[in-house]
């Protein structure tokens, strides 16, 4: 009896000795860290459209501004061409008035009109007085109109001037417009992944909020050191015989054995088959997924850990065709894992149930597995045809 509990005790140690350094189950830490990871992406992205639509503001300010300066050029120009209008006016106004001085003073028609005006005076003093009148007329007049022309050469160029800062404007403009395109499309694609970003906080948070108010701490492997599975109960079940009194269940509805354990050396499980070909599979007990994938020979395979009463149990169930569980999902004894197949090596659909006290796939070689296999009869009710 004391070497028995001497073993037991070493057992104990040894399974905690394994578990602490090697488990690779989900901590609620893993789940906190992602919530921290994808809460930081998340106000990075809010971080940087802030500073695009900032960015966006000032590109719409300068554009307003760029705007306002075309339409001061624009009216500007407008100015400038009425004043070389009037200016044009004002020269033919003046030639006019040259073109009737000659004319009033013309005595006769012909081309030395002039002349003859000047020479037609009766005296010397009224021939000068004649000659002078009618050239100071119209070198005032020729003044006047140089200065008007010269008034819209500087017109003209001032027009140009303006025009040629509007062509500026509006390229500088075009540009500024592009820009802001460019940082709108940019902010566009971030928004884009807010949802996706928001949506993994949402998971991440719900399963922190989950496992904390079940007791479970950061550096607890959930399901597993906290929030350990409830005992399993008959509850619902038809079929009483199914489920044995330890709360350990038959895993399936309906089967028969074909093919019985034998242990180290030789068959590692039983082997259970049934009558519908697509029978549905469940958990011999509560517990946490921990493995899910396929052998060498391309059997998918599911592994699940069990907490009895502190201490792990682990199944595994091999060949099914379809599995509904993931990894680190916790399953009950009411969840249809997947259906019977005969995925990999297997001759017809059936179940291959497996059981140990460690598994290779989370806390010890498989060396270590291959020696801890204990006989499903131990645990499940021990009907051989149900
Ligand atoms: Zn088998």
Redesign the pocket.
Known sequence: MKKILTSVIIFTLVVSFLLSPKVHATTLKEYEDAVNKYTKELQEKEAKIAKNDAEVAQIKARISQIENEIAAALKEIEQLEIEIDNSNKEIAKKEDESKKIMEYYQLSEGENAYLEYAFGAQTITDMIYRVSIVEQLTEYNNQVMHELEELIKTNQQKTEELANKNKELDKLKDELQDQKERIQADTDSILETVPTVKEQIRVYQEQVNYWKNKGCKSNDILGVTCAVPPKVSSSGFAASDIIGANGFRLPMDHGYLT?NFSGKGG?????IGSTNKSEPIFPIANGLVIYVGKDSAGANVVKIVHNVNGNLLFSTY??MRAVYFKKNQTVTINDTLGLMGMTGN?TGP?L???MTTCDWTYNCTYAQYKNQLVSPWNYIPNITRW
Do not use: Y
């Open positions: 093919q068959h590692m499980g039983i082997d091999a060949h297997a059936h291959h149930l497996e």
